[in-house]
Nanobody, 126 residues
Framework: QVELVESGGGLVQTGGSLSLSCAVS????????MAWFRQTPGKEREFVAA????????YYADSVRGRFTISRDNAKNTFDLQMNSLIPDDTAIYYC???????????????????WGQGTQVTVSS
């Protein structure tokens, strides 16, 4: 059974940076398409970024492109989200997700992922 555990959330001022990490157990990170989503109260879970297992291509939501970077560390069996130039609208609970059979056309859809972490809070103050 694959388990994902996020770490690295916290409170930061506008313009600051945070790095989130997702530790993977029960599976090898390179065999999965990995993604980050975020959610705020009353809203649906929103796609942030993904790294596809087959072509290692990276995909980003328009709202974070140029500020966030997704990466994978095969040696540590983790994948990370570096968040720079944070703004208050980035405030949310951030979740990592994984799936072994994801296709490119659906990787922005939360319902397509089989495995999820418990979430980590990111708060950006103005």
């Amino acid at each position: 059974q694959v388990e994902l555990v996020e770490s690295g959330g916290g409170l930061v001022q506008t313009g600051g940076s945070l790095s989130l990490s997702c530790a993977v157990s029960g599976g090898t990170v390179s065999r999965y398409t990995m993604a980050w989503f975020r959610q705020t109260p009353g809203k649906e879970r929103e796609f942030v970024a993904a790294l596809h297992k087959n072509n290692n291509a990276k995909y980003y939501a328009d709202s974070v492109r140029g500020r966030f970077t997704i990466s994978r560390d095969n040696a540590k069996n983790t994948f990370d989200l570096q968040m720079n130039s944070l703004i208050p609208d980035d405030t949310a609970i951030y979740y990592c997700a994984a799936d072994a059979s994801m296709i490119v056309t659906t990787l922005r859809q939360a319902g397509q992922y089989d495995y999820w972490g418990q979430g980590t809070q990111v708060t950006v103050s103005s």
